[in-house]
C-alpha cells in the first residue's frame, strides 16, 4: 500500500472503502468540530454511510478524477486529504483537508499538502491546484498561506450546510509558483 512519511510517526496513506468503520467512528468523534466546514461530516453517520463515501472515491481514484486520503499519526487515523475535481485534461485540481482537534498545530495538513501538491504537479503535470475555504475557517486560511497559495476571490453564498448558506474563498497556486518556492523557500 502506497504510504508517504510526514515526519513526526505520520504518514499520508489512502482510506479506502474496508476501512469505513474507521472513518464512521472518527467521524462521530469529531463530528462537532467536522461538521462547520465538512459537507461530508453530516452524512456520515454509520459504517455503510462511511463505504459509500469510500467507495465513490474509489470510483474516482479509478477513474483518475479524485483520491480520499488519509493522515495517520502513530498508525491512528487524525485527518485527511482530498483530492477533487482532479482533471489531468484541464491540469486542474482541488485539493481539501480536514484534522482532529487534538493533531492540530504539529503541521500535519501542510506536509500532507505538500506531498500532494509535488506529486499532483510532478508526477502528474498538474498546472493548477485550488484550496476552497470558508472565509472564517482560519486555520484552513492559513494552510493556503503556508503553501503559497495566492487568494483569488470569494463566492458568496454559494452553497448550503447546516441550515446555512455560507460564502467560500478561492486560494490556488500554479506549477510554476509551487516549482519557484520550493527552490527558493523564503522568497
Avoid at 146 to 152: D, F, Q, V
Wanted: proline letters at 4%.
Amino acid at each position: 500500500m502506497f504510504s508517504a512519511a510526514l515526519g513526526d510517526d505520520a504518514a499520508l496513506c489512502p482510506l479506502e472503502p474496508h476501512q469505513a468503520a474507521e472513518l464512521a467512528a472518527f467521524t462521530e468523534r469529531n463530528r462537532a468540530h467536522l461538521q462547520p466546514w465538512l459537507p461530508w461530516a453530516h452524512t456520515v453517520t454509520d459504517t455503510e454511510s462511511a463505504r459509500g463515501l469510500l467507495q465513490r472515491y474509489a470510483e474516482r481514484q479509478a477513474a483518475d478524477t479524485g483520491r480520499f486520503l488519509a493522515i495517520r499519526q502513530g498508525g491512528a487515523l487524525v485527518g485527511g486529504m482530498l483530492l477533487m475535481d482532479f482533471d489531468t485534461g484541464a491540469r486542474s485540481c482541488e485539493l481539501g483537508a480536514w484534522l482532529a482537534p487534538e493533531a492540530r498545530g504539529r503541521g500535519l495538513v501542510t506536509r500532507a499538502a505538500t506531498r500532494v501538491i509535488d506529486w499532483a504537479v510532478e508526477e502528474r503535470g498538474i498546472v493548477r491546484v485550488q484550496w476552497r475555504v470558508a472565509p472564517v475557517n482560519v486555520a484552513s486560511v492559513a494552510v493556503a498561506r503556508r503553501l503559497g497559495m495566492r487568494h483569488e476571490g470569494t463566492t458568496r453564498s454559494v452553497f448550503e450546510m447546516g441550515g446555512e448558506r455560507h460564502d467560500l474563498a478561492i486560494w490556488a497556486v500554479l506549477a510554476d509558483e509551487w516549482r519557484a518556492a520550493r527552490v527558493n523557500p523564503h522568497g
